[in-house]
């Protein structure tokens, strides 16, 4: 595998080479993940990072997104009563 340092412009976008990108044809769409200190390019419609990893690493991934929505509102002992489920 290369690795290549790439930067972003001054409107912050990151400009990819043929050369760079390889057998990419015109048009290809990416998603772009961020994993840890990493961004990922993955073509769209392609397997995700779900498909590849493993139930642990998915644990662990879901455990940082939940941590990362700490400190919420939440939702009130009112709206989660089983009288008011029914309403």
């Given at each position: ?10 409107e912050g976008s990151l400009r ?28 769209a419609g392609g397997a995700s ?39």
């Open positions: 595998m290369s690795k290549t340092i790439l930067e972003t412009d001054t990819l080479t043929q050369e760079q990108l390889g057998d990419v044809g015109a048009h290809a769409r990416f998603v772009v993940e961020r994993e840890g200190d990493k961004i990922v390019l993955r073509p990072r779900w498909d590849s990893s493993t139930p642990e690493e998915r644990a662990e991934e879901f455990r940082r997104w939940a941590l990362s929505h700490r400190g919420g509102p939440g939702l009130s002992d009112e709206a989660i009563s089983r009288e008011s489920i029914y309403d």
